[in-house]
């Protein structure tokens, strides 16, 4: 079974930047994409980030574009979400997820493997 671990979340100041990891246990072979949901307290998950393993293209959505970046270690198997000039509203459990087959990757519920989830903390 792919398992999807999380890391490096916590809490900072609004301006400040924060990167989140998540490494695979899946084969390069078998991956289509990795990347970033997340659900704000109270409010519905949405799509944040993704890439695709084959060719390193980047998805984004409006409200993170030019303030997050997703790149990938292959060696690693992991993907990083640096997060830069964060504001309170990007509070939310940060999920990693992916999927062995094209998917569209802004729709949430199409992804089949899910991490446990990340907290960050934007304090004003």
């Known amino acids: 079974q792919v398992q999807l671990v999380e890391s490096g979340g916590g809490e900072v100041q609004a301006g400040g930047s924060l990167r989140l990891s998540c490494r695979t246990t899946?084969?390069?072979?078998?991956?289509?994409?990795l990347g970033w949901l997340r659900q704000p307290p109270g409010k519905e998950q949405e799509f944040v980030a993704a890439?695709?393993?084959?060719?390193?293209?980047?998805y984004y959505a409006d409200s993170v574009e030019g303030r997050f970046t997703i790149s990938r270690d292959s060696g690693r198997k992991t993907i990083y979400l640096q997060m830069n000039n964060l504001k309170s509203e990007d509070t939310a459990v940060y999920s990693c997820?992916?999927?062995?087959?094209?998917?569209?990757?802004?729709?949430?519920?199409?992804?089949?493997?899910w991490g446990r989830g990340a907290q960050v903390t934007v304090s004003p």
């Open positions: 997820v992916g999927a062995r087959k094209a998917i569209p990757v802004f729709v949430k519920s199409a992804y089949e493997w």
């Open positions: 899946a084969s390069t072979s078998d991956i289509y994409t």
């Open positions: 890439i695709i393993w084959s060719g390193g293209r980047t």
